[in-house]
């Protein structure tokens, strides 16, 4: 019986470490994730039961094993923190500041995946690749980047800064900056030319097929106004 207490007392300590680490090291992310979910009551909720943060916090001591080519050790870390929280980060992605994953259950992010500062994915994004070459096979994601609810980004393309995917959209081309893509496959239009900002309110985005059919609806009663 003591040495079962001695043990729980042992990992109840690794525990209380690891997450005193957390909260010194990620305490921007922490920060950023209060401000981004209005879920979240306080920033201790976040720090405990957050799955995106907890993924990401795996993904980057797994990237830098990656990076000292310690690929086992690195997959295998991917590998326990998808079975705990059901998101999968490859090792090798490269991911950069104030990323946030909401909710985050079946997120997929490949291995070379690049997603650059400020972007926030919803649950069921896939980041992945196309073909059986090495090399550069997964989107390369701008800054301050919104991806709905089960959008597929796939291959070697770039999502530029400013960009809405809207949910469960297939994107398999480029999308150019301050742009909304919805659809199967996604369609890119425009957001009048203004900078988007980060927002969970992700469901009020243009649709370039409304759109095109409210220019022919214009089109067409300027037309019966001229008979």
Do not use: W
Request: charged fraction near 20%.
């Amino acid at each position: 019986m003591e040495i079962l207490l001695n043990i729980i007392l042992v990992i109840a300590v690794i525990v209380a470490l690891k997450l005193l680490i957390i909260s010194l090291v990620f305490s921007r992310e922490i920060k950023h994730i209060c401000k981004m979910d209005p879920a979240v009551k306080n920033c201790l909720e976040v720090l405990f039961l957050y799955q995106g943060l907890h993924a990401l916090v795996s993904h980057r001591v797994a990237h830098v094993l990656y990076k000292m080519r310690l690929y086992f050790f690195a997959r295998l870390m991917s590998q326990i923190t998808r079975f705990t929280t059901g998101i999968e980060i490859h090792p090798g992605a490269q991911i950069g500041r104030d990323f946030f994953i909401d909710h985050g259950m079946g997120v997929v992010i490949g291995e070379t995946a690049v997603i650059g500062d400020n972007v926030l994915l919803y649950q069921g994004v896939t980041l992945g690749g196309t073909g059986l070459f090495q090399g550069k096979r997964h989107p390369t994601i701008g800054n301050n980047v919104v991806i709905g609810g089960g959008a597929k980004v796939l291959g070697n393309i770039t999502i530029g800064d400013n960009s809405y995917i809207g949910a469960n959209a297939v994107v398999i081309r480029d999308v150019p900056a301050n742009s909304t893509v919805v659809g199967v496959p996604g369609r890119i239009t425009k957001q009048e030319g203004k900078k988007i900002e980060i927002s969970l309110d992700h469901i009020h985005i243009l649709d370039p097929i409304m759109q095109n059919m409210d220019e022919l609806e214009k089109r067409i009663k300027k037309l019966e106004a001229k008979e």
